[in-house]
């Protein structure tokens, strides 16, 4: 389980942190660098679970241990060039977009093969696995058909030759719904932290 401390300050943090959990998912980069001020005595793993812009690859090669929203080789390129200054890798799982939504940022599926092959190209980034938003919808069978499409692509990704154990999806409305489709990892906000603001 991720927690996403997001809008939450360093004391839901701290409180977090007495129970046991020590990586955090947060979706703005301004936020991690104010938190990580905060809470420059404890030994934290921030988690970038947000759309992400490369003018903050410097910060995010800095402060983060891992990314969840890689969706575009742009982004991936310029992580890249910051990690190799700061001499350090990051674990990244790459976000695809399941849900109908045109909001929802990701990679389109049918852009994942390619994508994969040319990350190979970035040995700063260590691609972990797949991340994704379902569609918010009430209808069960339509969020589970979004993580069940991950899951089987993560599969063909797997039988062509990437190590991808790593599936990231489900969040406080539907984390039920992705375990039962092999997600190895939720995302909980809400149901951790209470209601944002
Ligand atoms: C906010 C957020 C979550 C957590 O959402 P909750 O519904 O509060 O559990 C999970 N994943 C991403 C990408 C988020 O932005």
Redesign the pocket.
């Known amino acids: 389980m991720l927690p ?1 401390s ?1 809008t939450f300050g360093p004391d839901a943090v701290r409180a977090a942190m007495a129970l046991g959990l020590r990586r955090f ?1 947060e ?1 703005k980069v301004q936020e991690i660098r104010d938190k990580a001020a905060a809470l420059s005595d404890a030994s934290i793993e921030w988690v970038v ?2 759309h992400l812009q490369t003018n903050k690859a410097k910060d995010v090669a800095r402060l983060a241990s891992e990314v ?2 890689l969706d575009r080789l742009e982004l991936a390129e310029a992580l890249h060039r910051r990690l190799e200054i700061e001499g350090r890798s990051l674990d990244v799982l790459v976000q695809v977009k399941t849900a109908r939504e045109d909001t929802k940022s990701g990679l389109p599926v049918e852009d994942l093969p390619i994508f994969l092959q040319r990350l190979q190209a970035y040995p700063t980034l260590r691609v972990r696995g797949l991340m994704t ?1 379902a569609t918010l919808s009430e209808d069960a069978e339509e969020v589970r058909a979004c993580f069940r499409q991950l899951r089987e692509l993560r599969d063909r990704s797997v039988a062509a030759g990437h190590a991808l154990p790593r599936l990231s999806m489900g ?3 539907d984390f039920p719904l992705a375990i039962a489709e092999g997600a190895t990892e939720v ?5 951790i932290f209470g209601r ?1 603001s």
């Not at 995302?187 to 149901?191: E, F, L, Q």
Request: glycine letters at 16%; a positive charge; proline letters at 0%.
């Open positions: 996403v997001k998912g979706n679970i947000g969840q929203s938003l969040m406080s409305a995302r909980i906000g809400t149901a944002r």
